[in-house]
């Protein structure tokens, strides 16, 4: 896997005059990331968590770009297609690992046409309900499944991470649940929050809002351990499902045939923004792990998760979207 920690990083790194006496034509102009979801979702809030950051490190602005449409597809192709001179970068999660198994056309291909930079931070997911809805924790969920039937689930479309935990959850407990996919998190999350869907995995970060306002409960948390924000609130492994574990992870990719100089100097300059205070009181608020993994360590991992995810669609008979 990639657990290499932030502190690898930072003692090859060094201070800010290191990264300062780099060659001076990289960079000089302002970095552009495009976050292929839509804005006010998970991924739009991990990149502006540390965007400024990486502004002051590098000394050049840093744009967040939100390109969601096509399971991200419309985003991810904008990199694809890019010049490799790492201005152009993008904010990726489980749909670029997914997407190959889903879709039957894609118009770039999934490893080849990206250059890993590292992986960025890791967290689990509250599993949530509408506030109204019958049932307290996973045991009464499915208690209540069997008894009335099915229940729907949103998500945040085909293949991201919210809609892959719907799937290990309905493969391991056999539940019925309808998936009812959105553009982002956000916009799932506010529906469950009115009531017109029962159901979502997502971040706590968009879960929040909801959770304070009382619109929404808690019925589990996803990871193998309790989140420190809600320490009452059982893992779904605890209450029963064996060996459940779902998490989110969110990483970097460049377009293909970026300069290796280029890639090093980028998983740097993250790993001295990533480790900044602010930066880790911003993401303490969805329980989150920053993971910054070197270049290679995520190319390992993107591989892994493209035959693991192909694996689990292929047997079912999953149609490709054409």
């Known amino acids: 896997m990639f657990r290499v920690g932030l502190l690898a990083g930072l003692?090859?790194?060094?201070?800010?005059?290191?990264?300062?006496?780099?060659?001076?034509?990289?960079?000089?102009?302002?970095?552009?990331?495009?976050?292929?979801?839509?804005?006010?979702?998970?991924?739009?809030?991990?990149?502006?968590?540390?965007?400024?950051?990486?502004?002051?490190?590098?000394?050049?602005?840093?744009?967040?770009?939100?390109?969601?449409?096509?399971?991200?597809?419309?985003?991810?192709?904008?990199?694809?297609?890019?010049?490799?001179?790492?201005?152009?970068?993008?904010?990726?999660?489980?749909?670029?690992?997914?997407?190959?198994a889903l879709i039957e056309k894609l118009p770039y291909k999934t490893p080849e046409d990206f250059t890993p930079i590292g992986t960025v931070i890791t967290y689990a997911m509250g599993f949530a309900a509408r506030a109204n809805l019958p049932a307290a924790n996973v045991q009464e969920l499915l208690a209540l499944v069997k008894a009335k039937g099915p229940l729907s689930i949103a998500t945040s479309g085909d293949g991201s991470a919210t809609a892959l935990a719907n799937e290990l959850f309905k493969a391991a407990t056999g539940a019925q649940l309808m998936a009812v996919p959105y553009k982002g998190a956000g916009p799932a999350a506010i529906d469950v929050a009115s009531g017109h869907v029962d159901l979502l995995f997502t971040g706590m970060s968009q879960l929040k809002p909801h959770l304070d306002s009382g619109r929404v409960k808690l019925l589990a948390t996803s990871g193998s351990n309790r989140l420190a924000s809600?320490?009452?609130?059982?893992?779904?492994?605890?209450?029963?499902?064996?060996?459940?574990?779902?998490?989110?992870?969110?990483?970097?990719?460049?377009?293909?045939?970026t300069p290796p100089d280029i890639v090093n100097k980028l998983n740097q300059?993250?790993?001295?923004?990533?480790?900044?205070?602010?930066?880790?009181?911003?993401?303490?608020?969805?329980?989150?792990?920053?993971?910054?993994?070197?270049?290679?360590?995520?190319?390992?991992?993107?591989?892994?998760?493209?035959?693991?995810?192909?694996?689990?669609?292929?047997?079912?008979?999953?149609?490709?979207?054409?």
């Open 230 to 257: 809600a320490p009452d609130v059982q893992t779904i492994a605890e209450q029963g499902v064996k060996d459940f574990e779902a998490v989110v992870w969110w990483g970097i990719l460049a377009p293909a045939k």
């Open 269 to 322: 300059a993250l790993a001295v923004s990533l480790a900044h205070p602010d930066v880790m009181k911003r993401l303490a608020v969805i329980d989150g792990e920053v993971r910054l993994s070197s270049p290679q360590a995520f190319d390992t991992l993107l591989k892994e998760e493209i035959a693991r995810w192909a694996k689990l669609y292929k047997p079912e008979g999953v149609a490709k979207v054409k």
């Open 11 to 100: 003692l090859f790194f060094g201070s800010s005059p290191a990264f300062a006496a780099e060659p001076e034509h990289f960079p000089n102009r302002a970095i552009r990331i495009v976050v292929p979801f839509a804005a006010g979702g998970g991924g739009d809030f991990i990149a502006r968590a540390w965007s400024d950051k990486l502004s002051e490190t590098i000394k050049q602005p840093v744009i967040i770009e939100n390109r969601g449409g096509g399971n991200t597809v419309v985003g991810t192709d904008v990199v694809a297609k890019a010049a490799p001179d790492g201005y152009t970068l993008l904010l990726v999660g489980a749909s670029i690992a997914t997407n190959p």
